[in-house]
């Protein structure tokens, strides 16, 4: 912002930036400094004007400016914001790049550049000036800073007009508040530095002095568990804490509670410690709370707590853990039993049919139980396994059999089903389509989008910038585009005449091909076993029902995905096309083009590779 | 062809075709036949002009004719082909539907309808004609036919100047093939009707005398047989076969070998019996002969060839069914124990270490076995099962400890080498976009495609048909289309500068984000493991490893798959844009959008639902 009536320092930014640029370009660092501080022009240009030529003649700008204020100002007013794309945009013909390596910030890339150049050429010249450096890092460095200062006390430089401790720490002060570099100096656990600061603020000595004795008074690894937790550091703060020994353990056991430093904890005692032991059973009840009870029962289970492992084990159905531990423990059989049919229960209500049959058979020891599971599930081949295993056939007349010819009624019926869901979509797409075709052609031989159809064309006139089109009709241009949105929410909506009715058709088209493909292998193992009981006839009915609907829907790939959809129409020319017609009848397709839309447009994959037809039936 | 010299048959034709389709329209059969006659026209028109109204009005075209012959005639020359869209196109104003209801083919409606209309108009009248439309359907009706001369001979009609039985049939062998009416007639199995065609063929009756008084002296089902096998008609021959009793039995299974009627042969015989079982054997051998053991293997086993079923099971690793068999059988406990071995090595080469490891531990009694091949498989869960279950906890540090950390590192460096891989494509694509990029600009600023990049965007310049890009670049164009067939051949090649190979490179991006996607599973159930064995420092390494891949892949998914890739590049619009410019600019952006395409634009799917992050991990 200029100052108001200040007419001589009004110049024509445009011939100013050109300037600047020059001489940043012949690296005339000191004229480009001083103009731009007086036309108000922000510093940042420096360096976003070419990062790279920048970082390379750090010493020459640190040179030529020769100014511990300029410097200072400089590193002020640096932010993250690339002002040669934002405030000053490059003329078009350079092409420099703007980003530092990926990761980095611009800023700390200036500061630490800078600050390492004057710490090379005169670090008690530019102490200041190395110091701001220090403290404008993204995550000021006010610990480093201080460090310095408190050198600068110890070993005051011998050069004539070097900066002292004194005016250092003043400085820093007068860039930070002086809060937070007290509680940094805390931080370092240097009570020299901290007595330092806190004398120079404005804080009451009667408050910081007792404190400080408090701490000088305490064993150094508590002194510095205690500063830590004070600075609401409290990782240090633990790992601090843990070095105290056993008798602090409570504490350590409440921090870790407190802040959830349940793994960091693990970390810093040793594995089978009774230590160890209460923080894994305090992370195991944490992770049960948050419904993790799998992992809180490998914690328990490890560090020898099997009972509680057991019951976190089972409440999370993982099974294979929960009967290893209760074989650990280990539970007597009846209840080794008691909790299989447990398992085995919630399995089955998870349709996991054939682990509850393992857990029925090899621990409840109740083998029918275990193959009723299977031929519920339609496992049957285990199912067959079993009952030979156990000399069980009597099941298969009472099971096995009446399951089978029911599979095989349920499986026609399905397959029936959504082969006529297939057969009404795929029609009503083609119907879609050819009125949608229709309706595009009628728009494109008209003058303006006055046909009732436009809007759905919307995107076509809402590109064009420069036609009669859009220029006319900027009023249909803004109600169509609340209609897109309206039509991106029922984007797949399959009510006859919803604005998406054909991708959402292609949708639904797609499901119903990769729930029927899925099925292969399920009616390749119902063939086998009807086969075997010779139920030669309903096999064949569904070898024919599935093998037809498989067809159908092949053969509809084509038709539904047509090659190359997206554009998929000839583009609209002729005689009287003119380019915003073509463009019109392009762009009208672009919805097609959306990342959702690509997976709608791409035919599922029929797993033709897996063969489940049987050769024996014809 | 018209013959030359004629000169008053010359007529236009667009005169003459509109004049018939008047006529046809206005329904004067007559006239239009006889024209149509007269300037030898396809007669197959007046279907074809307009199918419904002809099916509907056939009484009146077989009323207006009038003529035996001249119903004869078209039926004679009717043929599949729509002359009314190949011979003599509809003016385009018309919108006939050609097509038959699908399914059924034209020649067979024509010939039914008229026949039945003429049957029920003067079946004597029409005699000939009824049995020129039997004659002419796709598939011959000729015993039909024959049928309706026979009845002609036993009732001849009273009608005056109706046809004889003599006449018909002379009708007939002019219409037929004299052998293939003899070989129908004996498919009759009537062999009055025989010595009819036989008579008036040419045949020597020493030939065909003892041939028929042979057949005339079988048993009725054996005669047939006997007629269905001289005529090739093996199904029926079988059928008829199977009815003449257990001595004709081993006729009849050669019968099925030698022409593989084994699925026919199997429902003409009742299960269970001697036969079927002999039947089932000769299929099952034929089938592992085909390489279908396990259905072989099926077969004997339910008619009780448990033998030959255990060996058909076990060399088609259907092991489920071997053991089944066995344990039927039943085999003896150490011979059980190696086939469960036999099985369990043959699982193991396929990398199906769970069910090797099923069979080792509960046939083979060896779960030792079972568990070193979990461990193998990497099946952690599974293996800690067992070791509870036997009490092995032995084999947890002699396998299983180790094979966790050796496929902790494993998994390491194949993570690490997949995000080195796909770092490098990803780079590559970049350049290879940009200079795409920049190569289509150059074309499209450019007059002509000169530019040595121009070949590549060749889609641009060959589908332009009036312009005078294609016109002055013909040469060009059609070297171009060669190259195209060539970049089709070598899509896919990673090769740098291969014309596809930024496709090449999304192809292999999308396998490896599906490659690294699929390891979720896998990397959670070995965390666990980790975790459970206190390898936590591994377990965070591959943790944070897998992380970082997932995320990185995920992250470049939009930069990849661009949203809308096919038009993601703006279309070419300016002040200098021509309909012509800009159709380039959208053309060759078209071979985006083929099938294969379409997948490769398709960024594969990450199974973010799948959670595999240890919470206790970090």
Same mark, same amino acid.
């Given at each position: 912002q200029m100052p108001r009536g200040n007419l001589e320092t009004v110049h024509h930014r445009a011939l100013v930036l050109a300037q600047l640029r020059q001489w940043l370009d012949s690296l005339r660092f000191r004229e480009t400094f001083e103009c731009m501080r007086k036309l108000r022009i922000n510093l940042n240009l420096i360096y976003d004007h070419n990062p790279k030529v920048f970082l390379e003649n750090v010493k020459t700008f640190v040179t030529q400016l020769d100014s511990i204020n300029y410097i200072n100002l400089f590193l002020t007013e640096l932010k993250e914001e690339d002002t040669a794309s934002t405030m000053y945009p490059r003329p078009e013909s350079s092409c420099v790049q703007s980003q530092p390596a990926p990761g980095q910030k611009k800023v700390d890339v200036v500061c630490d550049s800078l600050r390492s150049a004057m710490e090379s050429m005169d670090p008690n010249k530019f102490c200041l000036s190395i110091l701001t450096a220090h403290v404008k890092k993204t995550v000021p460095e006010l610990e480093v800073a201080l460090q310095k200062v408190r050198k600068l006390r110890e070993n005051p430089p011998a050069a004539p007009g070097a900066v002292t401790a004194e005016e250092a720490l003043k400085y820093l002060l007068f860039l930070v508040n002086v809060n937070d570099l007290y509680e940094h100096s805390l931080g370092t656990y240097d009570f020299e530095l901290v007595l330092m600061v806190a004398e120079k603020s404005?804080?009451?000595?009667?408050?910081?002095?007792?404190?400080?004795?408090?701490?000088?008074?305490?064993?150094?690894?508590?002194?510095?568990?205690? &500063?830590?937790?004070?600075?609401?550091?409290?990782?240090?703060?633990?790992?601090?804490?843990?070095?105290?020994?056993?008798?602090?353990?409570?504490?350590?056991?409440?921090?870790?509670?407190?802040?959830?430093?349940?793994?960091?904890?693990?970390?810093?005692?040793?594995?089978? #410690?009774?230590?160890?032991?209460?923080?894994?059973?305090?992370?195991?009840?944490?992770?049960?709370?948050?419904?993790? +009870?799998?992992? +809180? #029962?490998?914690?328990?289970?490890?560090?020898?707590?099997?009972?509680?492992?057991?019951?976190?084990?089972?409440?999370?159905?993982?099974?294979?853990?929960? &009967?290893?531990?209760?074989?650990?423990?280990?539970?007597?059989?009846?209840?080794?039993?008691?909790?299989?049919?447990?398992?085995?229960?919630?399995?089955?209500?998870?349709?996991?049919?054939?682990?509850?049959?393992?857990?029925?058979?090899?621990? +409840?020891?109740?083998?029918?139980?275990?193959?009723?599971?299977?031929v519920t599930g339609a496992v049957w081949d285990e199912a067959l396994r079993l009952i030979y295993m156990h000399n069980r056939q009597d099941i298969t007349e009472t099971n096995l059999k009446p399951a089978l010819t029911e599979a095989v009624g349920t499986q026609v019926v399905f397959l029936e089903a959504q082969v006529a869901t297939f057969t009404r979509h795929r029609a009503r797409l083609a119907v879609v389509r050819e009125q949608k075709q229709k309706a595009r052609l009628d728009m494109l031989d008209e003058d303006g989008p006055d046909c009732p159809d436009a809007e759905l064309y919307s995107e076509a006139s809402s590109v064009m910038t420069s036609s009669k089109y859009s220029q006319s009709n900027s009023r249909i241009s803004s109600r169509s585009s609340k209609n897109r949105r309206k039509a991106e929410r029922k984007k797949l909506s399959l009510k006859e005449g919803s604005p998406m009715?054909?991708?959402?058709?292609?949708?639904?088209?797609?499901?119903? &091909?990769?729930?029927?493909?899925?099925?292969?292998?399920?009616?390749?193992?119902?063939?086998? +076993?009807?086969?075997?009981?010779?139920?030669?006839?309903?096999?064949?009915?569904?070898?024919?029902?599935?093998?037809?609907?498989?067809?159908?829907?092949?053969?509809?790939?084509?038709?539904?995905?047509?090659?190359?959809?997206?554009?998929?129409q000839a583009p609209l020319t002729g005689p009287n096309s003119t380019a915003n017609s073509i463009m019109a009848s392009f762009q009208q397709q672009k919805p097609a083009a959306s990342q959702q839309d690509a997976e709608v447009l791409t035919p599922p994959k029929m797993r033709n590779g897996v063969k489940w037809k049987l050769t024996i039936l014809k």
């Amino acid at each position: 912002q200029m100052p108001r009536g200040n007419l001589e320092t009004v110049h024509h930014r445009a011939l100013v930036l050109a300037q600047l640029r020059q001489w940043l370009d012949s690296l005339r660092f000191r004229e480009t400094f001083e103009c731009m501080r007086k036309l108000r022009i922000n510093l940042n240009l420096i360096y976003d004007h070419n990062p790279k030529v920048f970082l390379e003649n750090v010493k020459t700008f640190v040179t030529q400016l020769d100014s511990i204020n300029y410097i200072n100002l400089f590193l002020t007013e640096l932010k993250e914001e690339d002002t040669a794309s934002t405030m000053y945009p490059r003329p078009e013909s350079s092409c420099v790049q703007s980003q530092p390596a990926p990761g980095q910030k611009k800023v700390d890339v200036v500061c630490d550049s800078l600050r390492s150049a004057m710490e090379s050429m005169d670090p008690n010249k530019f102490c200041l000036s190395i110091l701001t450096a220090h403290v404008k890092k993204t995550v000021p460095e006010l610990e480093v800073a201080l460090q310095k200062v408190r050198k600068l006390r110890e070993n005051p430089p011998a050069a004539p007009g070097a900066v002292t401790a004194e005016e250092a720490l003043k400085y820093l002060l007068f860039l930070v508040n002086v809060n937070d570099l007290y509680e940094h100096s805390l931080g370092t656990y240097d009570f020299e530095l901290v007595l330092m600061v806190a004398e120079k603020s404005q804080k009451d000595p009667k408050e910081y002095i007792p404190f400080l004795n408090m701490l000088k008074s305490l064993e150094p690894n508590y002194q510095r568990y205690t &500063i830590d937790k004070h600075l609401k550091r409290y990782r240090k703060a633990l790992h601090h804490l843990s070095k105290c020994g056993e008798e602090h353990f409570p504490e350590a056991l409440k921090l870790v509670k407190e802040q959830k430093l349940y793994s960091e904890a693990l970390r810093l005692y040793t594995a089978n #410690g009774a230590q160890y032991k209460a923080l894994s059973c305090a992370y195991a009840e944490h992770l049960v709370e948050q419904q993790q +009870a799998e992992q +809180a #029962g490998l914690l328990l289970w490890r560090c020898g707590e099997t009972i509680r492992a057991l019951q976190a084990f089972a409440s999370s159905s993982s099974w294979r853990n929960a &009967i290893c531990v209760a074989q650990q423990i280990p539970l007597p059989p009846d209840q080794l039993a008691l909790l299989a049919r447990d398992l085995a229960e919630k399995l089955t209500e998870q349709r996991r049919y054939s682990e509850a049959a393992l857990l029925l058979d090899q621990y +409840a020891k109740d083998c029918e139980e275990a193959i009723v599971a299977l031929v519920t599930g339609a496992v049957w081949d285990e199912a067959l396994r079993l009952i030979y295993m156990h000399n069980r056939q009597d099941i298969t007349e009472t099971n096995l059999k009446p399951a089978l010819t029911e599979a095989v009624g349920t499986q026609v019926v399905f397959l029936e089903a959504q082969v006529a869901t297939f057969t009404r979509h795929r029609a009503r797409l083609a119907v879609v389509r050819e009125q949608k075709q229709k309706a595009r052609l009628d728009m494109l031989d008209e003058d303006g989008p006055d046909c009732p159809d436009a809007e759905l064309y919307s995107e076509a006139s809402s590109v064009m910038t420069s036609s009669k089109y859009s220029q006319s009709n900027s009023r249909i241009s803004s109600r169509s585009s609340k209609n897109r949105r309206k039509a991106e929410r029922k984007k797949l909506s399959l009510k006859e005449g919803s604005p998406m009715e054909d991708r959402a058709l292609m949708h639904a088209l797609g499901e119903i &091909i990769t729930t029927v493909d899925k099925m292969r292998e399920e009616v390749h193992n119902l063939l086998k +076993a009807l086969v075997l009981f010779q139920f030669d006839k309903q096999a064949e009915k569904l070898q024919v029902v599935y093998e037809e609907a498989l067809q159908m829907m092949e053969s509809a790939v084509p038709e539904v995905w047509p090659e190359g959809l997206p554009n998929n129409q000839a583009p609209l020319t002729g005689p009287n096309s003119t380019a915003n017609s073509i463009m019109a009848s392009f762009q009208q397709q672009k919805p097609a083009a959306s990342q959702q839309d690509a997976e709608v447009l791409t035919p599922p994959k029929m797993r033709n590779g897996v063969k489940w037809k049987l050769t024996i039936l014809k």
